[in-house]
């Protein structure tokens, strides 16, 4: 077999495949597919009648484009020219071509290593394929600071820091591997897990997509990391999310899209536009098909903050509102609680943006019990859980704590039967296609998609 693109010869990718991969090919045990490029294994379709490429086998011939049309002498002699072969390509019904040749012309779709699988279900809603990104994280042993002065022990580490030295952690390193010349594209990372890190390797992957001539470059961020750091509330605090809405700007982002910002003054920390988009929709949906006794529920909110938050939703499901007024010590630790509002013999759902640590609303839970109220129900965007939570949770007094897939939550979920997840990718599917196809998103602030 020879060891070319029978369409496209030795400008294909398949061809610059590495000698061991060829001979595989030649064995029957590789990819059967005979080249890695969209657009070529578009123009290798219908397949092959062997199901691969062999010596002496080509597919099927395909029709070939219409004649140009004469040139006037209005247009100058320089008529439209005749479209391109890839334009009359025909995908099969259901193949994952079909939508992102056709329906979304130019757009890729990457996924950071922080929810692979949030960004496997957005890709599927699309009808699109992730596209190749290879991330490899390497020791730096370059740093002759830190040799010099202080020395490393023989596995290269510092002698000074340990393990806590930031220079001689894992250094990001992110090569895209297709190219994005001309399109639109899209990556998807969540700040969860590690956080650091995980930001650190979505700057580099806007840069490397922007400096690789990409026509626009949209951070889907879900859970937007930093975002309680909002403001400055005490002397020589830091601002931290202002400081990564500058690292993502200068890095080359041209959009955002993220959900559930802790505080919605964090969208004007941007010079560029960005799209808070709000679980409320699928919160709704979720009380209406999973609480029966919902028209004789109270929405609370868990601190004064979520005011705002609980009664939208309670005004949409037609109930009252209660909200708890707390008081903190110091972060992660609350000193007194305030009931405002009536819960006795009524199902109460507690709803905020984040838990973290989960003392606030597990302190919350047993305030509504101790108050008269018969169910306790928690739902938050982003379930961080940290720390104590997972035991603090068991054992607290909820029926559920509904979280949505904004940050992995499978492990979680092993540990503790309360914890359910909303499934949000559809909302975040549709925002790009709808930012892609240059139409207003607003429609997903009250509206769950199908």
Known sequence: MAAGCLERGTGCT???????????????????APCSSRLCRA??????????????????????????????????????????RAAYLTPRRGSPHSLSLLAMPNIVLFSGSSHHDLSQRVADRLGLELGKVVTKKFSNQETSFYRRKYGLTAKGRCLLYGKS??????????????SVRGEDVYIIQSGCG????????????????????????????????????????KS???????????????AGADHIITMDLHASQIQGFFDIPVDNLYAEPAVLQWIK????????CIIVSPDAGGAKRVTSIADRL????????????????????VLVGDVKDRVAILVDDMADTCGTICHAAEKLVSAGATKVYAILTHGIFSGPAISRINNASFEAVVVTNTIPQEEKMKHCPKIQFI????????????????????????????
């Open 43 to 84: 123009r290798h379709r219908p397949p092959f009648p062997s199901g691969r490429p062999s010596a002496g086998e080509r597919p099927p011939a395909l029709p070939a484009p219409p004649p140009a049309p004469p040139r006037s002498r209005r247009q100058g002699g320089g008529g439209p020219a005749a479209p391109s």
């Open 14 to 32: 398949w061809a610059r495949r590495g000698k061991k991969e060829r001979e595989k090919e030649k064995e029957g045990e590789g990819d059967a």
């Open 236 to 250: 020589r605090a830091p601002i931290s999310a202002k400081l990564v809405a500058n690292m993502l700007s200068v």
């Open 194 to 233: 590690e956080i650091n890190d995980n930001l650190m390797e979505l700057l580099i992957m806007i840069n490397a997509c922007k400096i690789a001539s990409s026509s626009r470059v949209t951070a889907v961020i879900p859970c937007f990391p930093y975002a309680r750091q909002d403001k400055k509330d």
């Open 423 to 450: 499934d949000i990718s559809m909302i975040l599917a549709e925002a790009i296609r709808r930012t892609h196809n240059g139409e207003s998103v607003s429609y997903l602030f009250s509206h769950v998609p199908l």
């Open 289 to 296: 098909e999973n609480i029966l006794e919902w028209r004789n």
């Open 165 to 178: 030295c930031v220079v001689m952690r894992a250094i990001c390193f992110v090569e895209i591997g297709e």
């Open 318 to 337: 037609n109930v009252e509102f209660a909200l708890i007024h707390k008081e903190r010590k110091k972060a992660n630790e609350v000193d007194r609680m």
